[in-house]
């Protein structure tokens, strides 16, 4: 197929804008009169130190980060910021996780190995279809942060608020971030893994209140140190250089589109296209709850696993990719990130109705 016949939904590694991509096959020999492709260059050299810093900048501004915050670029996905989180916030104390999906839950799993740590909320009873209140948050007096994760990808759920807590707020925003102003003020720690929303895979973006770092454990290895990263401006070893350079030619691409607020402009639009299809269907089910449903990720089903997989099939074969659930629960699920054209969404539409029309009986 021709990538312009293509519309793609994978959840994530997940669609790049088309001008990123096309700049950085523009420039993948040759970049910037260097004679050297970005890949081959020295992080130490004054050509990638132009592209971190930049980067960087471009990111500060992009979401307004306070001069309180530090952005850091690092490695191991959001999943090792599962580990990360705790070792460098948790001390002797406890920590506060709302369970609201796989990754939250995994999380929380992984951060009971470093001490103490209450499920302030869970969905999981639920199925993960929804997003607790600020009313059913259990908090700990004294909590050492609150852990939640913003857009649960699996699940096709947003939390719609800013939980309310004495504690910091560290939060998971993996598969939201960039689609919407933040106040990051409001938060002790922000993660991202890149490959949802912002770059290929191997960059984790954080985003961390500077006066939460140092207070690692004894044994945390010294790469998964946040003061670590702080003091080297992330360069302690070699940063995955080549994903911080895309994710500058997305913030570049995202200036343009308006920024984050010309994001959010439009991803209710789009999300809303699809969930109205979903809600006047009697072939498709909604998975999330009504109040708690994700922009970025949607998800619903048939009720018959195998018409959920012709689904998938079919649109593949009409090039719409990647519309299989997540393998954990099945489904149907189409991711709509920022670079997911209005076009794509359109056509996905389109087809759901068709095969509406073709398969219910
Ligand atoms: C994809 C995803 C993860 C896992 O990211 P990796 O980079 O693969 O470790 C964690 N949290 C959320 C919300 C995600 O969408």
């Known amino acids: 197929m021709k990538r312009e016949e293509v519309f793609n939904f994978s959840a994530g ?25 970005v ?31 530090e952005i850091l670029f690092l490695q191991g996905g959001a999943s090792l910021q599962f580990s990360m989180v705790p070792l460098n916030l948790l001390e002797a104390g406890t920590a506060d996780y709302a ?17 103490n740590i209450h499920v302030a909320a869970s969905s999981q009873e639920d199925n993960f279809s929804y997003i607790p209140r600020q009313e059913q948050l259990d908090l700990t007096p004294g909590a050492k942060y609150f852990y939640y994760c913003a857009n649960n990808t699996i ?10 807590t004495e504690a910091p707020l560290v939060c998971d925003m993996s598969s939201e971030i960039l689609s919407r102003p933040v106040d990051v003020s409001k938060y002790g720690l922000i993660l991202a893994g890149a490959q949802k929303n912002m770059a290929p895979a191997g960059v984790t973006v954080v985003i961390m209140d500077k006066a939460l770092a140092g207070h ?7 790469m998964l140190s946040y003061k670590t990263m702080i003091d ?19 913030l570049d691409w995202l200036e343009k589109q308006g920024g984050v607020a010309g994001m959010e402009a439009i991803k209710h639009e789009k999300a809303q296209m699809i969930y109205d299809i979903i809600d006047n269907s009697k072939l498709y089910k909604p998975c999330a709850r009504v109040d708690s449903r994700s922009d970025m990720n949607i998800t619903f089903r048939t009720g018959d696993a195998d018409l ?31 670079a997911q054209p209005m076009e794509g969404v359109k056509a996905l539409a389109d087809y759901m109705k068709e095969f509406e029309v073709k398969h219910h009986v």
């Not at 096959?25 to 492709?37: C, H, K, Q, R, V």
């Not at 890949?39 to 306070?66: C, G, N, W, Y």
Request: aromatic content about 10%; some cysteine.
């Open 216 to 222: 690692e454990m004894p044994i945390t290895p010294l």
């Open 39 to 69: 890949m081959e260059m020295s992080h130490r050299s004054a050509f990638f130190q132009e592209i971190f810093d930049a980067t960087k900048a471009k990111l500060k501004a992009a979401l307004a980060v306070p001069d309180t915050h």
């Open 99 to 115: 369970v609201t999906g796989n990754f939250a839950n995994i999380a929380m799993k992984e951060a009971k190995k470093y001490g």
């Open 308 to 338: 959920d997989a012709q689904f998938a099939k079919e649109g593949q074969a009409r090039g719409l990719m990647n519309l299989k659930g997540h393998r954990s629960v099945g489904g149907i699920r189409a991711s709509l990130y920022n």
């Open 155 to 164: 699940y096709g759920t947003a939390w719609d608020y800013i939980p309310q």
């Open 13 to 37: 590694p997940s669609v790049l804008p088309q001008e990123a991509l096309e700049r950085a096959a523009a420039e993948i020999l040759n970049y910037n009169g260097s004679g050297m492709s």
């Open 232 to 250: 080297k401006d992330s360069m302690y070893n070699t940063p995955p250089c080549w994903c911080i350079y895309m994710l500058g030619l997305t």
